[in-house]
């Protein structure tokens, strides 16, 4: 097991009494192997942030465990843990330079100072902030600070490096440029991360692994494509994709040579027995209530399908958004082209059976993703 | 501002000159009298032509006070050391008691924090008067009364709660996060302590201390209750100058300009830490 970095088991985090206080994490189990990236994507309040100052030191854990290669250090104090930590609001000593704030974190790695120089050089370089390391945290601008901060991290060997909402003052076309700059940077020296994000996009761009939270609970821990291809629930499917997954609630019907869903409003859909797998029809058919998924990438439009109306179409400049009611609801599709679709106007739809994902209608779980089973 | 027209310009000269004057006049006019004898204060009308005499200031510095009445000794030089000494050494135990405390209630929210955080600032709300009954019994079982530490004990009413306050308040505007980076960078709980949150309250802390000093310096009630005349501060000895054959304006002037000069000297010195302290906030992050 040495390649494991990080070791989570069955941590509890409670802020006021155990048991009795606020119940912000809820028995986390993960494990992050060497040289990973891994993001903690989720809203705020879902955990992540926590869970990453439990991992640092700073907020005591619980219940549980959490072993850094191997050690368990839930006890020792932030000191003792050789972890590096980019926070969210910066944190850079006022009264120091930049340059002083980013060699300050090797102080206690007693390089020489020629050594100490040329990483402070490199980083900067690597961050974009050359200009401004002579200068104080106060003098120069959130972003720039945001780097500083950064910088002061990544410049650190440490067994682990904590990222906070690293990127999330940034101009959009730096943060572009900085992510593929860093993810290269990590993957370079080896080192183990993990990021904390709202950001999907900016989790899927530098993450191996994504572990989605929502209220306390570690809904799935798996590579971006699995999240995004099979993931576990409700929420997940949801939560991940931009614009969000559309779905509906429906019935199952089945027979040897059909599967039908009834949607609200009358709507049914209706597919041969052969587009769906003996085991996920004999999964579905079990149940009464499921709820349909399909990403709005997925969606086509076609002369045959079942009737919606549109209700906005709008063109992105790349793509365009065409928000349908259906189904006593709202679906959105996209396409690549620009399409000529006046308000109220009905359109065909049609949801091929291989893009659907089929969750169960009380819990959310996965039950399948277009032929397969979750 | 450069929009202002001369009207407005003229008004707001007017309005400050009256505030200065207002607020300066008797100290100046108290400047003036420690220069005077008896006669010219008390001549009707008063005058500020006259000449001037330092026979006040030579009566306090070698403690003979001439009166109508004969010599009278006067221990003022002492009380001026008494005063410097109590004030010096209550700040210097309150900073030294309150500064961590300060740091821990603003840090660390554990069971009953904010109980004893009330408590300590509750006893500025008790009158003096109202402590000073049962502290003079307990001082004199104690064999405390009368003596520099049971009044620097007793200052600790006026300077600690003061000085918990603003300091912890100054602790609390510092991020986190701050003191957290330079924990993860390998420094222990008290590294952190001394060399992040310790400078970076450090304006706050000086303008704390001073005002806990004003504040000490000022006393009146708990000393002249709990000391006696070797003991006493110049606030109480000033009660020295009410003789049996009248009360000796000129000397009360010249002490209370003695008096006044060490805070004065130590605001002014400290004034630029005060500046620094309120401009603390206008650092981001």
Partial sequence: ???????????????????????????LNMDVRKGEIIALLGSSGCGKTSTLRMIAGFEAVSRGTISLAGRPVQTLPPVRRNVAMAFEGYSLYPPLTVRENIAFALKASKLSQAVVDEKVAGIAKLLEIEDVLGRYPSSIS????????????????????????????????????????????????????????????????????IAVMEGGVLQQFDTPQKIKERPANLFTGTFVGEPPMNVFEASVTGSESKMAFGLKDGVRLEYAASDFSHAVRDELIKRQKVVLGIRPYSVRRSADGVTG????????????????????????????????????QPIGIHLDPSSLHVFDGDSGRAISHGQELA | MDTMSPLERTLRGLALTLVVVFFMFPIFWIFLMSFQTNETILAIPPSIVFSPTLSNYAALITGKLQTAAGTLDIAFMSNLGNSIFLSVASVAVSLVLGVPAAYAFARHKFRGSEDIAFTLLSFRFAPPLLVLLPLTQYFQWLGLSNTYLGLIWVYQLICLPLILWIVRGYFEDISADVEYAYRIAGHSWFATFRKIALP???????????LAFIFAWNNFVFALVLASADKQPVTVGALAFVTSSGIQYGQIAAAIVLSVTPTLALALYAQRYLVEGLSLGAVKG
Avoid: C
């Fill in chain 1, 142 to 209: 959130g972003g720039q600070q945001q780097r500083a901060s950064l910088g002061r991290a990544l410049i650190r060997d440490a067994n682990l490096h904590l990222l906070d909402e690293p990127m999330g003052q940034l101009e959009p076309q730096l943060r572009a440029l900085l992510r593929g700059r860093i993810k290269h940077f990590i993957k370079e020296r080896g080192l183990t991360a993990i990021l904390v994000t709202h950001d999907q996009t900016e989790a899927n761009a530098l993450a191996d692994r």
């Fill in chain 1, 309 to 344: 109306r549109v209700a906005v179409n709008q063109w992105l400049g790349d793509q365009t958004h065409i928000a349908a009611d259906f189904a006593g609801g709202t679906l959105v599709l996209v396409e690549h082209d620009r399409t000529e679709l006046d308000d109220g």
């Fill in chain 1, 1 to 27: 097991m040495t390649d494991t970095a990080l070791l989570i088991k069955d941590v509890d985090k409670f802020y006021g009494p155990v048991d009795y206080g606020v119940h912000a994490v809820k028995k």
């Fill in chain 2, 200 to 210: 970076l309250a450090g304006p706050g802390i000086a303008a704390a201390g001073l």
